[in-house]
């Protein structure tokens, strides 16, 4: 299986290419505007200079039957358009678009050619936050914070509150009936969000801080006297009685442990079986991260 990988920045390095490089049957064809960059990824991953493209057009003649999509976001539409009409399943790092009206044309393309469109919600495979559907969510505490980075809003939202936002509706154990949001923002720079989802019997809350002094990660869920705690997707505490803890293993790679193999490998699945793949509830959480936005800008 031919699989394009566009844009070879830090996370295609990181997450990506480890996963789709040792997978088997896939052949990599690398996507970057960066003649350096290019060649430099090659060379780590063994990639023929044949299966290199210095521009889109030439990844799309050599036919692939699936893409990744890694570049940043202002251009995710051109690029997921492209692939899109060439008929080619996609596969988008979060968010779609960094607008509404963006991501919904994009998932209306996608129906209207019958092609595949999923998006990198990794969180939703990490099975430190999978595993907590197995477990009572009346109340559903998530924080990830940054230090010393307040942003425009849009960005922060769209390119980092999204993973909450998501987080938040994958776990919720029922309809979601109410939302509501606070921000703070100073000089145009958003600092930090606070959204709560509430609905039968349950109150889920995302918070975000850019100016915390700490990078972190934190899952509480709790109910019917009994809470687990997730720390930065590796350490699980387990509240019932007395607390137990159980740790990431030392040999664990990070892309398991973040949910980043599981999701890769659930795409190429569904490509080889057959199966389209519809971005409809990756839909939900950018109408839901939009409405964040007005709320941080003050807008209706």
Known sequence: MKVGVIGLGDIAHKAYLPVLTTQPGIVPHLHTRSPATLERTALTHRIPPAHCHAELDALLRAAPDAAFVHAPTPVHPQIVSALLEAGVPTYVDKPLASHLAEAERLVE?????????????NRRFAPAYAQCLEHPRDLILLQKHRRGLPEEPRRMVFDDFIHVADTLRFLAPGPVDR???????????????????????????GVMNHRSGSAEEILEISGQDAKREVRNLAEITDHKGQPSVRRRGDWVPVARQRGIEQAVVAFLDAVRAGRTLDAADALATHELCERVVRRALGQP
């Open 179 to 205: 939302v509501e949001v606070s921000t703070r923002g100073e000089g145009g720079l958003l600092h930090h969000v606070v959204l709560q989802l509430s609905g039968a019997g349950f109150t889920a809350i």
């Open 109 to 121: 393309l996608a129906r209207s050619r019958g092609v595949s469109l999923a998006v990198g919600f």
